[in-house]
C-alpha cells in the first residue's frame, strides 16, 4: 500500500486522508541538504524506529527497532556516514533520534538519496509524528502519533511515500 502526499497538508493512503505536515521549503525535485524541502518521488518505506520507553512497538510487517540514547542520524555531506543512522556521540554533524519532545516517538526511515548515497541530495528524510500545531517540518513528512500507528498497520515491505509536486 502507498502513501501519497496529495497536497502539503493531506497525506492519501488507501482512499484515507491523514492530516500531515511537510517541508518548510515546500515540495521541490531538486532537493539539496538543508533546504527544509520534501524531496519528491516514490521512497520506499525501509524500517520503523521508536521509543519502547513511551510506546509499545508499532504494528506492521515493516521491519521495527527501539530507539536507543545513543542513537543519531549523519546529515554532514563530507562525512563517509551521511544518511545513515549512527552511534553517538559522534565527530561530524548530526541529529539526535531520541529527543525530548515527541516528534522522533515513532520515525520511519524512508528510501530516500540512500541507493546510494550521494553527498548534498539531502538526508534523514523521514515520516514521523507531526507537531500538535501541525508545523512545517525540515523536509519530512509528520502525521498525528495515533495516525502513524494505524497507517504502519497497512504498510508492508512494498510500500513507500509518494511525493509528487
Not at 508499532?58 to 562525512?79: E, H, I, K, R
Not at 516517538?105 to 548515497?117: C, K, M, Q, S
Not at 534523514?124 to 502513524?148: K, N, Q
Not at 504502519?152 to 509518494?162: E, G, I, P
Amino acid at each position: 500500500m502507498d502513501l501519497i502526499l496529495t497536497a502539503p497538508e493531506c497525506l492519501t493512503v488507501g482512499g484515507q486522508n491523514y492530516r500531515c505536515a511537510s517541508g518548510h521549503g515546500g515540495i521541490t525535485d531538486e532537493k539539496r541538504e538543508g533546504d527544509g524541502a520534501t524531496p519528491t518521488g516514490r521512497h520506499p518505506l525501509r524500517a520503523v524506529y521508536y521509543r519502547a520507553d513511551k510506546l509499545r512497538k508499532p504494528q506492521t510487517d515493516l521491519p521495527v527497532s527501539a530507539l536507543a540514547p545513543n542513537d543519531g542520524w549523519c546529515d554532514d555531506p563530507a562525512d563517509a556516514n551521511y544518511n545513515r543512522k549512527i552511534a553517538l556521540p559522534y565527530p561530524a554533524r548530526h541529529e539526535m533520534l531520541w529527543r525530548e519532545d515527541s516528534v522522533y516517538d515513532v520515525i520511519v526511515e524512508l528510501g530516500y538519496n540512500d541507493a546510494p548515497v550521494v553527498p548534498e541530495l539531502g538526508s534523514a528524510i523521514f515520516l514521523h509524528v507531526a507537531t500538535s500545531d501541525f508545523r512545517a517540518t525540515e523536509g519530512c513528512i509528520a502525521v498525528a502519533l495515533p495516525d502513524l500507528l494505524a497507517i504502519l498497520q497497512r504498510c508492508d515491505k512494498r510500500s513507500a511515500l509518494v511525493v509528487t509536486l
